[in-house]
């Protein structure tokens, strides 16, 4: 007997007899006996395992969200409480994938709506239920692209988030697509006319972020006034950042993809978030992902269910646009509410105090002596020259309850001794002026 | 109503702090600035209340009740699992590794438990989901074959009709050709049919057991050799994983890369089509090319290792979904050994006894002792009534109950899936067997009524056919 398994011995029995067998044993006959049960010790109480866990949980330190000066992809933002108590509602956290509408109508309409949410921030028309990360849905996007197009180059900013780049590299190279990198400026953008010179009738896709990994707001319009029609735009961008730029979708983009955490989801250690993607009516069928569409019941009242499954892997089988069937379809729920709570005013002003606070601590940081990289403008993000032994620096502070601006001239070696710095509306006055102080030190 | 109608002008649902940060301006050039507001809804805290507790209401949940949908394995998910995801929430995943010291214990003891699962040696939790562990898998059979020189003439990938459409996806996704090949006539992999297929230039043959008809493929071992002597590599699809756990192990089996659905085995609840997790276990000669980090144990501390020159690189950020593994780590704790043996010995249990009692009324697709699930098959019943699955199946919502998976796998028309799994009590499935023997004789006695189910839920039968054709993706004023 198990406190999650409901049967009585005497049931057993009556269930063996039922089935016409003396053991359970008998039950598995076909089944090569290769090991007597599990080296794994005997299971434990709920008090005790709870115990245990706690005590890992100890072993790790968490910080004051306004001690957090981190971002690079993943960011701190105050989420409302009502956020997580509407999404603890196990009807949501326990169901499964809408394969019955008809009871599922609470995931459909849900995952419609935010769909809709996410085609307004990024002023696209189509955006599927979800991704795995940003990453992920970065290498559909290219995926994507080659569908579209035929074609097997993709120009890729070297401004966006690295690990994005390297994920992509992980799943396009099987089927040939070939990757070039973009530089960027000492504005901190990509840089212009290396696109126009490596733009050719190979060219299947030229993507950007916005802002970029470095904080820096991309100018879209120039870059779509240098790629030609048929080459697609990829867009990836920061979603809270939408509501103070302009949508991607007014500048020509073709597809915007990103990563969703910054919408109401705590860090996770980076994981679980959720990658959007979202993109216009006229590549829908090459979309990969999910597609909640509206319809409407026998008796003609409204409903959601799942829409163009043909493109998917459990009809299409090999001939699919992607292979994803689960996807973070829970996480779309916590997007969504995020999104609800703040409306379009409270999402601007999460963004324009991001914004303030990053140029704030900016100025600060310069007057101290470190002094910004780039010369572009930025949204919450920007780069500083750092002493040599800034490292050794940051994990000190860790220690000592900041978690600093990341050093990223590990990845970023032409920039030499350099920190990412991010500011979001968790970050006070206060906070950031004894950032300035303990990295003066 | 969605919740873009109830919105109105001016209303909110959020207060900021007091802010004393001196305005720099705004610097962005005019033409990068927003203009119009996204169209997000304008409402107040109450109103979102309202709005998603109703939407949850018109949700079928474990929670609620049974849920047999087959090859999905929707067992009740232990509540102390989330509150244990919940003291992991505020890490961010670039934090020094000193300050994470116990997420990344906490990473290698489940890697090393679920090695021990699956019987194999070295394990990445990094995939998102099972089709993401899928292409993972794949990827490192690729890389393999080309490290040994071997990729040029192995570009094949053999997966049995019956397989998950994930499978032939994932492999088209690594770039390998698919080959299917045919069941034979008892449900398993015809070994004739294999060997015609089967050559040097087969890279993978991807097998889930037991397979989707619940059936276990008992010339496992034979299919193993017969795979490893042409040099190619055989692949575990964990999502059937719930029916052997205590008796054998893919990796005793001869499989060389296992993945594993942990929102499936290990009760992480799946949240409405995710997250889930797809960790991927590998042999020992394929350990080189897993994706990077590999948390590794040195000593007596578990560490990040990044250092893998022959990894196929990455396939998501970070760590892959890192409370999901808590949720599974805190499963096998409470089970234990012995108590995911009797997991897996109680939902073959289950899934005999419905079997046994369905088989007076329904044709079992292939009625013998089945593993966690069988398949009903509908076709002479359809034939005879007018009734199809469909029907059936949206009946059933009418009495309570979620509908088992259909129309899969596609070998078996009128497919009908069942996957009790072993959280249901007997009165459960007795349950569910009534509501089942009730739609037959109703089939038989009134079929129209079958034909127009459901009638008691939220929305009547929906019209997919032309959701598909004139589609409305988003909500428009």
């Not at chain 1, 009585?8 to 039950?27: H, N, P, R």
């Not at chain 1, 933002?77 to 108590?85: E, F, N, R, S």
């Not at chain 2, 192995?154 to 019956?162: E, F, W, Y």
């Not at chain 2, 005793?252 to 276990?281: A, R, W, Y």
Request: net charge negative; proline share 6%.
């Amino acid at each position: 007997m198990h406190r999650y398994i409901p049967h009585t011995e005497e049931e057993i029995k009556e269930m063996l007899q039922e089935i016409g067998v003396g053991s359970i044993d008998d039950l598995f006959i076909d089944v090569p006996k290769t090991i007597d049960g599990y080296n794994i010790p005997d299971g434990k109480d709920e008090f005790t395992v709870r115990k245990l866990v706690e005590e890992l949980a100890r072993k790790n330190k968490t910080f004051e969200p306004e001690f957090v000066f981190l971002g690079a992809g993943i960011y701190y933002h105050y989420i409302p409480t009502v956020v997580k108590h509407l999404a603890a509602n196990p009807n949501f956290v326990t169901a499964y994938t809408p394969y019955q509408a008809e009871v599922s109508q609470g995931t459909l309409q849900m995952l419609f709506e935010y769909q809709t949410m996410m085609c307004e921030l990024t002023g696209m028309e189509v955006a599927n239920s979800s991704m795995y990360d940003g990453a992920s849905s970065f290498a559909e996007s290219l995926l994507m692209a080659t569908r579209i197009t035929g074609k097997y180059k993709m120009l890729v900013a070297r401004t966006i988030n690295p690990e994005y780049r390297t994920v992509a590299r992980t799943y396009t190279k099987p089927i040939g697509i070939k990757i070039e990198e973009l530089g960027y400026t000492e504005l901190g953008t990509v840089n212009l006319d290396e696109l126009k010179a490596k733009l050719d009738d190979e060219t299947a896709a030229v993507a950007v972020a916005y802002p970029n990994f470095f904080g820096f707001i991309e100018d879209l319009k120039a870059i779509r006034s240098l790629i030609p029609q048929n080459v697609v735009f990829i867009v990836v961008a920061e979603p809270v950042s939408l509501a103070l730029l302009e949508a991607p979708g007014k500048f020509g983009a073709d597809i915007v993809i990103g990563e969703g955490q910054s919408l109401g989801v705590t860090p996770n250690l980076g994981g679980p978030g959720i990658g959007f993607f979202t993109t216009l009516e006229k590549h829908v069928r090459k979309m990969p992902g999910r597609l909640i569409g509206q319809t409407k019941d026998l008796e003609g009242k409204i409903g959601y269910v799942m829409i163009l499954q043909t493109r998917e892997q459990h009809i299409r089988r090999e001939k699919a646009t992607s292979n994803i069937c689960s996807n973070q379809a829970y996480i779309a729920l916590i997007n969504a509410i995020y999104l609800s709570v703040m409306g379009p005013q409270g999402l601007r002003e999460v963004a324009y105090r991001s914004y303030n606070n990053a140029h704030y601590l900016a100025k600060k940081l310069e007057e101290a002596g470190f002094a910004k990289i780039f010369s572009g403008e930025f949204f919450n993000e920007f780069v500083v020259r750092v002493p040599d032994d800034y490292r050794n620096r940051w994990h000190e502070m860790a220690k000592n309850g900041i978690l600093g601006p990341i050093p990223i001239d590990r990845v970023y070696k032409e920039l030499g001794p350099s920190a990412l710095v991010c500011a979001t509306e968790v970050n006070t006055k206060e906070s950031m002026d004894k950032l300035v102080e303990v990295m003066k030190k | 109503m969605t919740i873009f109608e109830r919105s109105k002008p001016g209303r909110k649902g959020y207060e900021l702090p007091a802010y004393d940060v001196p305005d720099s301006g705004c610097n962005v050039p005019e033409h990068l600035l927003r203009k119009d507001p996204p169209m997000l809804p304008e409402v107040s805290e109450v109103d979102v209340v309202r709005h998603y507790t109703n939407l949850a209401l018109k949700n079928y949940s474990v929670d609620r009740g049974f849920y047999p949908l087959g090859s999905c394995t929707m067992k009740y998910n232990p509540k102390i699992n989330e509150d244990m995801a919940m003291l992991f929430t505020q890490l961010h995943p670039f934090q020094p590794r000193e300050t994470i010291e116990g997420a990344v214990q906490l990473m290698g003891h489940l890697k090393e438990l679920l090695c021990e699962i699956t019987g194999t040696d070295d394990m990445t939790l990094q995939p998102a989901a099972g089709a993401h562990g899928e292409l993972t898998g794949l990827l490192i059979a690729r890389a393999y074959f080309e490290d040994i020189g071997e990729l040029e003439k192995r570009k094949k990938v053999i997966v049995p009709d019956s397989a998950h459409g994930t499978n032939p996806a994932s492999a088209a996704m690594a770039g390998f050709e698919v080959i299917e090949i045919k069941s034979g006539p008892d449900g398993c992999v015809d070994l004739e049919e294999l060997k015609k297929h089967l050559d040097d230039t087969v890279a993978v043959i991807m097998l889930t057991n037991p397979n989707t008809l619940g059936l276990f493929e008992k010339d496992i071992l034979t299919i193993a050799k017969m795979a490893h002597d042409v040099g190619a590599l055989l692949y575990y699809d964990g999502a059937n994983l719930n029916a052997i756990m205590g008796r054998t192990r893919p990796g005793d089996m001869g499989f060389d890369i296992v993945h594993l659905n942990l929102h499936k085995t290990f009760s992480t609840p799946h949240g409405m089509g995710g997250p889930g997790s797809g960790p991927i276990g590998v042999k020992a000669r394929l350990a080189p090319y897993l994706p990077v980090p590999v948390v590794r144990k040195s000593g007596e501390k578990y560490e990040l290792d990044y250092n893998l020159p022959k990894s196929i690189g990455m396939v998501r950020t970070f760590y892959g979904n890192f409370l999901v593994l808590v949720k599974a780590y805190t499963y096998i704790l409470t089970m234990g050994g012995k108590g995911l043996k009797h997991v897996s010995d109680m939902a073959v249990l289950n899934a005999n006894y419905l079997r046994v009692k369905l088989s007076k009324t329904f044709k079992i697709a292939y009625d013998r002792i089945c593993m966690h699930e069988f398949v009903i098959d509908n076709e002479e019943f359809a034939k005879k009534t007018g009734v199809k699955t469909l029907d059936i199946a949206k009946r059933l919502l009418d009495y309570g109950l979620h509908a088992p998976t259909i129309y899969f796998p596609l070998i078996v028309h009128e497919a009908m899936m069942i996957e009790p799994t072993e959280t249901e009590s007997k009165q459960t499935l007795d349950t569910f067997v009534e509501a089942m023997e009730r739609i037959a004789k109703e089939a038989q006695e009134n079929p129209q009524l079958v034909k127009g189910a459901p009638y008691t839920t939220p929305v009547r039968r929906l019209d997919d056919v032309s959701a598909t054709k004139y589609p409305v993706f988003r909500f428009k004023r």
